[in-house]
């Protein structure tokens, strides 16, 4: 902590006197940022885990499937710790199997709900701290004014202009380290979840492509009961 607060440029006595200033609602909004910043490191270190932005691995799955290598697909996105890649590791293994279409797009939304779920854990402490850090601030300056006015009706017909501007900026410290604890935390939170938002709609894109991309590529692929199942584009005429 010491080598931290020579970096900033302050020494610990600096640093004391500040939460003096402070009081109780600075050392709260200094133990939330804490907290907030093991939580986006620990969602940094699981989403670069599962490598969620991969999705090479989910097309070349495809592909290998569409042009009738399913066992080396499965094998493919198997390997990989992507959850849209598990989730058509699933939807392939029902189809190799013979499952009804039904039943493998349930199972595929199913593992998908979870799969989010997991993802979305940790970012509603986040949410908590990016909308308490202003109010805990707030609360702090208005507490500070109080004392500061309450000084101020003390002192009678002697007041002291310096001692009243010095109470109100003591105030105000807590709002601005309530800001800082928060723009930072909700702006991470924002873009933490636009990630899960986009591999949330990628798996949901991903089950439709799984059994309708051979209308668009005209390509013919097995069927659940195994039968060749021709798409629009072969030879096949839709009933007139």
Not at 175 to 189: H, S
Request: charged fraction near 20%; glycine fraction near 10%.
């Amino acid at each position: 902590m010491l080598d931290q607060l020579s970096a900033l440029g302050w020494d610990q006595d600096q640093f004391l006197r500040f939460l003096d200033l402070g009081g109780p609602v600075v050392v709260i909004l200094l133990g939330m940022s804490v907290f907030a910043l093991a939580v986006i490191l620990t969602k940094l270190a699981h989403f670069s885990g599962l490598r969620i932005e991969q999705q090479r691995v989910v097309e070349k799955a495809l592909s290998l499937y569409r042009s009738g290598r399913t066992r080396d697909a499965i094998r493919r996105a198997e390997r990989s710790p992507n959850p849209a890649a598990q989730m058509l590791a699933r939807g392939l293994n029902g189809v190799q199997r013979g499952l009804p279409q039904h039943t493998i797009r349930e199972e595929m939304v199913r593992y998908g709900n979870v799969a989010l779920q997991d993802l979305r854990s940790g970012l509603r402490p986040l949410e908590v701290i990016g909308s308490l850090a202003p109010l805990l601030g707030l609360f702090g300056t208005v507490v500070g004014m109080i004392k500061a006015f309450q000084a101020l009706e003390q002192a009678g017909a002697q007041v002291d202009v310096t001692v009243l501007s010095g109470g109100i900026w003591e105030a105000l410290l807590t709002t601005a380290v309530g800001l800082a604890v928060a723009i930072p935390v909700v702006a991470v939170l924002t873009w933490l979840e636009g990630r899960v938002e986009r591999i949330g709609h990628r798996m949901d894109d991903l089950v439709t492509r799984l059994f309708t991309e051979d209308l668009f590529t005209g390509s013919v692929r097995p069927n659940a009961d195994g039968d060749d199942v021709p798409g629009l584009g072969s030879d096949a005429r839709a009933p007139g």
